[in-house]
């Protein structure tokens, strides 16, 4: 199993968002995860990725009990990539830069070599000549693309994405998404949070819709999407017109 | 005014007093020799109190609990120093450190007067810098986080830089005030411009020394405000046009 959770609560204030959700995911795989705004997508995600604390649960990488407190979430963080709904890019620093900060200084790769590794996921995905940009001298897809990028350049085992086309015009959401299936292509594990139902159908090897602060049912996204066995699961199919 | 101020009957020695040429040109070369010793105190003192402001705004942000005491601390400091007129710190450090007998050269008021604007100045600078700092999204830090990067490199690599950005203009305006203060130095000995103002209006009791260093004053700090009016109203621009996307 590639990350592995069980029993994962957590709370904020007397609001349980997680309240003992049980999830496994096996190496490869993707996995989207759909749910009313409010549903816990975003707290999930943030918890995969020690950036939240949880309460209480296990969570585990590759075997490894990450979640365990007192553990130095930095060596952890760099298996696992994640990307924002607002983008979050660094806007005193270039493209390049925002790339290769974290290559440099937490990997302790040489200058050459992370402005190389850069330079090559740039070119892949087709903003190379956005390199000495500024974040706010590019579209906001452009600016996930590369926030996409940044996170990949770290190689993790994981790739989590929040939302990544919710604060974008729908225009700018294909070349967003298209970066989204070459991924899939490429064979990384991922687990995506999204409102885009079509598109979790299509990129998706499985499903899960969150209620109450676990997975109130998942499966294959034909089976899930056409024909939910939940009651919850079919009324927010409803109010999402899908 | 410009017509009525000359009819008072008394301005003939308002005039004489306060604006004559004669003791304007004799006392303005003795002033600016003077003000030099204002500069190098100004330029002596700005970059310690910046490091201190920045060393205790971090300690400040800082959210790691076994910091906990040292951020109490730092609050407490803070608040001592700007609760204080920065003339009475001068007086109490430039007058008490040496006065416990120190031998030269550290028992300088010169030393000790800058000691104080370091210490006054760097607490309500580390406040400026405070503000920079929390302007900063936490979005920011949770991106930099999430790439594995370390507390303090987080703040070095990405909050630090958009903090100081953000608060350039409104450390200028307290830089004006510093530039203001260092004369009040002048009342624990050194002699800068105030007391060699002083000693020139005593001398030949008259007041026109005083008129120049005024002049003087605002040699420097008329420039020294419009530059940051231009850079606050450039900020302004700046993140009014980028909030809105
Ligand atoms: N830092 C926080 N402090 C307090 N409440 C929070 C915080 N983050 C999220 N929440 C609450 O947790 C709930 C789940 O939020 P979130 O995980 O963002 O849901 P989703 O991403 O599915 O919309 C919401 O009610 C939200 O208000
Ligand atoms: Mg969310």
Redesign the pocket.
Known sequence: MKLELRDVRKS??S?A?LAGLDLKVSAGEVVS?I????????????CINLL?PIDDGTILLDGDEISKIGLDPNPIRRRIGIVF?SFNLFPHMSVQRNITLALTQVLGKQDDEANEIAKSLLTRFALADKIDSYPDQLSGGQQQRVAIVRALAMSPEVMLL??ITSALDPELVGEVLDVVRELKGSGITMLI?THEMKFAQEISDRVCF?DGGRIAEQGQPQQLFTNPSDERTRQFLRRVNF | MIIAIPRLPRWPRVKESFFSKERLFDSFPRLLDAFVLDIKIFAWSTPAIIALALLLAIARSSRNPALFPIRIFVIGYIDIMRGVPVILWIYLIGFGVPGVGLERPFNSPLLWGSVALVLTYGAYIAEVFRAGIDSVHESQRAASRSLGLSNTQTMRFVILPQAIRRVVPPLMNDLVSLQKDVALVSLIGPIEILRQAGIDKAKFANFTPYVAAAIIFLMITIPLTRTTDYLLARERRRTSSTRVR
């Open positions: 904020f204030g609001r968002v995860f749910g009313s705004s409010g549903s816990g997508k975003t707290t999930l995600l943030r939240e709904q929040d939302e949070a969150l």
